[in-house]
DNA sequence: TCTGGGGTCCTAGGACCC
DNA sequence: TCTGGGGTCCTAGGACCC
């Protein structure tokens, strides 16, 4: 059988690529961007990167390298990196329908079948992505999506391959291998890094010629799988169509602790409703739902508390209004009061697409409160996201998050729109 | 003072069944 | 005093990813 061909391609320091796009005088500076609630560095120019400020750094830690290399740190702005991502996405499908999008700036594509040279064909997808969208992006090229990792990885780190590099030949990957740690490995994390390590494999090279046996045993099955694809047998296909997700999460750190019962069902009150408008958005009904709350775990003079506790429903739905009650009545036999809260979250799981679900024999007829949720959605999609809330929700902002650093939204909002002068 | 959010998958262990 | 074996299902916790 013919060997497939994969490529990665994947946007260098995409927030901070984002930023710039619309403010050249970052270029050639060291720029940040923060995860929500202003809390830790999850994007890092390669300046930034030079100055050692590492990935997952909070904020606090690296302040002072920050004042004094005049570090410049953003917010993260999601409705620009989702809009700039929605575009970079858009010229890759341009090129192929063989595209997996894999997370919000990564795509892996198949590349068989390309006539010419293949490398030629990685450099021309990414001078027109740069070209279109001001996005710098690293192309591997490699026989399997782990290895494509790799020849990414190579790639950004290696100036000499321009952007682009290629594993397709087999003698070029034993020469790189040694000099690549484990834990760079797609699917090696910390733990396994560790645990590898202590077996005495240290670099990508030892961890490719190590026996499966062993390897089962210190990495499980999809650890053998990895191996598998290191040394170029292709085990995780191209996966275009998105699986039906199994879950939704939206949960968030507090702008300041809360004490207060009433506060925090504020909260959950709105993540419950954000929650159900993304399901009812996949047509997705839900038929169990989870509540959590928890103190936050650095702190060291208060006692730690965390709680969860979920429902299940027999009559599977997606009514914001049904959903807010479960989720208050879950919050107030979960809370305890005396405790400094930093994190709540609303878990809804047991999806059934729409018109699937079973049907409970009791069940009254829901077609207005059908009627009214689709209502919501229009006006909340055209004013707005939080144009229509339910009355929980009240609004008192004393969990608002921080996002002092906030850059505009450039593409999305008219107000915003640069001007030329 | 200040430490993200949203996912997936695997495994181990307990409950339960015959 | 002696106390099986094999299966399924569920959950919690831990690992990974970006």
């Keep these: 059988m013919k060997n497939k061909i994969f490529a990665l391609i994947d946007c260098n320091a995409f927030y901070v690529s984002c930023e710039r796009v619309f403010n050249p005088k970052l270029n050639n500076r060291p720029v940040v961007a923060l995860s929500n609630n202003d809390g830790c560095i999850i994007a890092r120019s390669k300046e930034a990167k030079a100055l050692g400020i590492k990935m997952g750094v909070p904020l606090f830690k690296v302040k002072d390298i920050v004042r004094k290399e005049k570090v410049h740190v953003f917010s993260s702005n999601y409705t620009l ?132 046996f062993r390897i089962r045993k210190m990495m499980s099955i999809n650890g053998l799988k990895t191996v598998t694809e290191l040394r170029g047998i292709s085990c995780l296909p191209l996966e275009e169509v998105r699986a039906t997700r199994k879950s939704c999460c939206t949960s968030r750190s507090f702008g300041q602790n809360l004490k207060e019962l009433d506060d925090i069902q504020q909260a959950v009150a709105i993540f419950s409703r954000r929650a159900v408008e993304r399901i009812r958005a996949e047509n997705l009904l839900t038929s169990s739902v989870s509540v959590f709350l928890r103190t936050s775990p650095f702190d060291k003079k208060n006692k730690y508390y965390f709680n969860s506790s979920s429902i299940h429903i027999s009559t599977p739905t997606n009514d914001t209004i049904e959903i807010a009650k479960i989720v208050s009545r879950i919050t107030k036999q979960i809370f305890k009061p005396g405790y400094l809260y930093q994190k709540a979250g609303v878990l809804l799981s047991g999806f059934y ?32 996201g939080d144009t229509i809330q339910i009355a929980s929700e009240q609004h008192l902002g004393t969990w608002a998050q921080k996002k002092d650093r906030c850059s505009p939204n450039y593409t999305t909002n008219i107000n915003s729109v640069l001007v030329v002068d």
């Design 81 to 212: 990196y989702g809009d700039m991502s929605r575009r970079v996405m858009n010229i890759i499908a341009e090129f192929t329908n063989d595209i997996e999008i894999y997370s919000i700036d990564e795509a892996f594509i198949g590349l068989d079948g390309i006539p010419g040279d293949i490398v030629e064909y990685g450099h021309k997808i990414r001078k027109t992505i740069l070209q279109y969208t001001g996005i710098p992006v690293s192309v591997g090229i490699a026989n399997t999506k782990t290895l494509a990792k790799v020849a990414n990885h190579i790639a950004k780190d290696n100036g000499s391959f321009s952007g682009v590099c290629s594993l397709l030949e087999l003698k070029n990957i034993d020469k790189l291998l040694p000099s690549i740690e484990v834990g760079e490995v797609w699917g090696v994390g910390r733990q396994l890094s560790k645990k590898l390590n202590m077996h005495g494999i240290y670099n990508i090279k030892q961890l490719k010629d190590t026996d499966d």
């Design 353 to 384: 697409p729409e018109g699937e679900e079973p049907i409970d024999l009791f069940s009254r007829d829901s077609k207005i409160r059908e009627d009214l949720m689709k209502t919501i959605d229009k006006i909340n999609t055209r004013f707005g």
